[in-house]
């Protein structure tokens, strides 16, 4: 009987193996077949190592005494599944001194359907672990080759706090949309989020080292939107973008949550050597508490201009303020000089100076002794991608 | 024990058998690639450009604006819903930056940073990037619903080729 068994076994096995191994013969007598596979496919990846030295305060580890602590690698994928339909997908570590541990986590991963696909518009929605489009360089502040400098602007983006789970990703859906016309196209999107907690990492960011005694906290029902409009084939561009979420620690006796509503307008002017961009925000922040609640605005900006020496060498300049509403601070400024040199389309090199005057966006964690109030930074950074 | 270890077998024969269908469905809706006559076309579009496209139901009055949203990877199909695959050349080529410039009317770094939102930010495909204009002509005609460009050279290239103006369709 076994041995039936097994012949039985064999026979079905050749045949699927026929039929497997036909299928692949099929593939490969036919190149463009192999071509067609390999577009409808798209891997890329991209990696990058920071060194940082700093006075006055720790930015992303022991950078008084000279910091590697910053690191980020991600390997995305995307699959054409029809022409309308695309599936994407991203691993991703990010190590930032005690702001970020370095664990792999599932970036994003959604699918994402062309509703309406038009040669001039069109109309699509996205849904999974979704991106959440905030300012021009929210949604792919994690490569060195898409944003300005090696630190994102800590005036819009919250570089130093550690905050960058709560603006990245939502689990839930995007609505988005685009129309080109002889001089201009215009890009919108909307993400809305079902509520999801937060990790312990990015709690202990936010409240500090207390954040181990919490259990069920959440990002509540968050909503981002952008709407961009760019003239003269990209060289001027204008954004809109806004943020309503909350942050909610639900345990018995501690209902504490942290409501979060803004927007930021952005613009940007592109000439053939010189690149201008600024960006506005205004934040309201409510925490609300058992024992009352506070309520400060925060007003932050940041203006930057870049020079392209060549196209493989620029240098870039920024001033980023931000003030908040409450009678006793004093408003945070930042200077930043950032040089980038890229040897080939694969590899970068950037050179950063920063001066910040002011604690805010410091990570509080890193110094754990306290802050002062002024810090000089220099970082060097080492990005590929492919 | 037959009675209890056939049907199992049975339905995991089934189960490949199945599996293997698919798996060849779903190749054979990727192989077959109808070898359209005259594909790709060369359309001129500007005094030095023309484009290269392999697709038959090509709007001929293709409009700056649809050629920006093309090859800024915001249109993903074309009106016979065949996928729209951008080709062009490396972004440092002399050639990419003059189509840019003089054809799309953008400049290089601009639509090189609207690529590279695309990758990193999870929307739409990427470019192609063929190595040479002899490698970008090749994935153009093996591939339908591909888009490309290439430098006209009116002295040297029209004396070796067939063109028909009517079709606009080079032999």
Known sequence: MMSTLHNFNATAFTRSAKLWLGAVALTLSNSPTLAMQWQDWQVNGFASQAFLKSSGNNFFGDSLDGSWDFMEAGISAKWRANPRLIFSGQLFSRDAGSTDNGDVNLDYLFADYKIIDKVDSGLGVRLGRVKNRYGFYNDSRDVLFTRPSILMPQAIYFEGNGLRELFFSSDGFEFFGHWDSETSFTEFSISHGIDRDISDETLKNLIGPTASLYDDVQTERPIFSRLSHSFNGGNSRLALSSINSRYRIRDPGIDTSLDIEGYVLSGQQHYLNWSFTAEYSQLDVLIRTPLGSDDTLYNAFYLQTQYRFTPQLNISARYEQTDTDTADADPSDHYVLSLQWQPSQNWLVSADIYRMEGAFGIPVLDNPQGQEDQTELFALMLAWRF | ?171
């Open chain 2, 1 to 171: 024990m037959t009675g209890c270890s056939s049907p199992p077998l049975h339905h995991r024969q089934l189960w490949r058998r199945a599996l293997a269908c698919l798996f060849l469905c779903w190749l054979g809706s990727h192989c077959y690639a109808e070898p359209a006559l005259g594909l790709p076309q060369e359309v001129p579009i500007s005094a030095d450009f023309s484009l290269l496209i392999n697709n038959e139901t090509l709007d001929r009055e293709l409009s700056l604006a649809s050629l920006r949203s093309i090859f800024s990877m915001r249109k993903r199909s074309w009106d016979n819903n065949q996928p729209v695959t951008v080709v062009v050349l490396p972004s440092r080529s002399k050639t990419h930056q003059r189509f840019c410039k003089k054809v799309l009317k953008i400049y290089p770094f601009v639509l090189q940073e609207q690529w590279d939102r695309q990758i990193f930010s999870g929307g739409g495909l990427t470019p192609v990037i063929a190595k040479n204009e002899q490698e970008l002509m090749e994935i153009i005609r093996n591939n339908p619903g591909s888009i490309g460009y290439r430098l006209r050279d009116p002295q040297s290239r029209l004396k070796n080729t067939a063109y028909s103006p009517a079709q606009g369709i080079w032999q």
